[in-house]
T-cell receptor, first 113, second 113 residues
Framework: NAGVMQNPRHLVRRRGQEARLRCSPMKGHSHVYWYRQLPEEGLKFMVYLQKENIIDESGMPKERFSAEFPKEGPSILRIQQVVRGDSAAYFC???????????FGQGTRLTVV | KQEVTQIPAALSVPEGENLVLNCSFTDSAIYNLQWFRQDPGKGLTSLLLIQSSQREQTSGRLNASLDKSSGRSTLYIAASQPGDSATYLCAVRLKGGSEKLVFGKGTKLTVNP
């Protein structure tokens, strides 16, 4: 049973481009969370999804950011028109139920140049 | 609003020493508390999960305790080794709503040979 898979591991984008981050949860897990870790900061919640549903997006910036978890395929975190301040590590976590142990992926490190 | 604090922010100890990392949280309405380890540039590895009804969990040289009423948890590491050097993160899973994790900023541990 492979762990939570995130790709790419590293992503470099120029200002104004789009960034797409992918997360495949562990087999059997239907709950996906995205967190962001800014330099010298703790991990901050962004969004919580179940298959085809956004449950809580209270941590997502109102503009440029969106997330989806389709019936088939990985969860996608999309950042449009990236800016330097979007540079961070983005982590995905999955769990079989919302209240149980969370397992994290290796993260995607986004650098905006 | 739930806030999680970890003290100390950094700790340096000689190899073989027993040590305690502290975590405090402001709202006792939690499902569970989870301790993670993060190595530089890497993802999060789950160490121990304590349900709100439990007092402690043990895994090898690690022991985590939870006192929900006082909003405190400790992670005890016995006979520390250089390989234990990492950042240790504490996170509580909130009750109600999205059951998201709220993280502390971590304790950076260095074990010197």
């Amino acid at each position: 049973n492979a762990g939570v898979m995130q790709n790419p591991r590293h992503l470099v984008r120029r200002r104004g481009q789009e960034a797409r981050l992918r997360c495949s949860p562990m087999k059997g897990h239907s709950h996906v969370y995205w967190y962001r870790q800014l330099p010298e900061e703790g991990l901050k919640f962004m969004v919580y999804l179940q298959k085809e549903n956004i449950i809580d997006e209270s941590g997502m910036p109102k503009e440029r950011f969106s997330a989806e978890f389709p019936k088939e395929g990985p969860s996608i975190l999309r950042i449009q028109q990236v800016v330097r301040g979007d540079s961070a590590a983005y982590f995905c976590a999955s769990s079989p139920l919302g209240t149980t142990e969370a397992f994290f992926g290796q993260g995607t490190r986004l650098t905006v140049v | 609003k739930q806030e999680v604090t970890q003290i100390p922010a950094a700790l340096s100890v000689p190899e073989g020493e027993n040590l305690v990392l502290n975590c405090s949280f402001t709202d006792s309405a939690i499902y569970n508390l989870q301790w993670f380890r993060q190595d530089p540039g890497k993802g999060l590895t789950s160490l121990l999960l304590i349900q709100s009804s439990q007092r402690e969990q043990t895994s090898g040289r690690l022991n985590a305790s939870l006192d929900k009423s006082s909003g405190r948890s400790t992670l005890y590491i016995a006979a520390s080794q250089p390989g234990d050097s990492a950042t240790y993160l504490c996170a509580v899973r909130l009750k109600g709503g999205s059951e998201k994790l709220v993280f502390g900023k971590g304790t950076k541990l260095t074990v010197n040979p």
